[in-house]
């Protein structure tokens, strides 16, 4: 009888190795945008973003259940997934801090259900908050896209083995 599904394996991988061979993944870098309910900013860079349907559209990205945001993205209607343009590092460091303004001096308009979308990045997708699912030690948040937009001429900001790229070395 094969083990079951969800069944803890008899060696548990290394959780730091694990995480380092993901790291080898490259991928691009995003910042998640909402508005709480009590009109406040919140924001947070990621890289755990992927597309899912385009009918409907549908994109998801993943947030620890431990997150400090998670009640505001858990409960809000609508969130902003902004995919970071090369020049936008500083950007993505700052949002990936912790006990700083995060939206100090930052350019944005309002989207999608107050979502802020940030100025000069490469894409945006404004999301209504479809779905979400509980998953090991994370939440997978499926939104379903309403408006989206994008720079034709933008560079990507690109995360691999822990670093920053504004291109990939070759």
Not at 18 to 24: P, T
Not at 36 to 63: I, Q
Not at 102 to 109: E, K
Not at 152 to 158: F, G, K, T
Request: charge should be negative; proline fraction near 6%.
């Amino acid at each position: 009888m094969p083990p079951s599904p969800h069944a803890a394996p008899a060696n548990p991988l290394d959780a730091l190795q694990f995480r380092s061979a993901l790291g080898m993944f490259a991928t691009g870098v995003t910042i998640v945008t909402a508005r709480a309910a009590d009109g406040s900013l919140v924001g947070l860079t990621a890289n755990s973003f992927n597309s899912v349907s385009l009918s409907p559209p549908l994109v998801l990205w993943s947030l620890s259940q431990r997150a400090g945001s998670m009640p505001v993205f858990s409960r809000g209607s609508h969130y902003a997934i902004n995919i970071l343009a090369a020049e936008q590092k500083e950007l993505a460091q700052r949002f990936a801090a912790r006990d700083v303004d995060r939206f100090a001096g930052v350019s944005w308009r309002e989207g999608a259900g107050g979502a802020p979308v940030l100025d000069g990045v490469a894409a945006v997708f404004e999301c209504a908050n479809r779905s979400q699912y509980e998953e090991g030690d994370h939440v997978i948040f499926v939104g379903e896209v309403e408006s989206c937009s994008w720079r034709a001429e933008a560079q990507p900001l690109i995360f691999h083995g822990g670093r920053f790229y504004t291109e990939l070395p070759i």
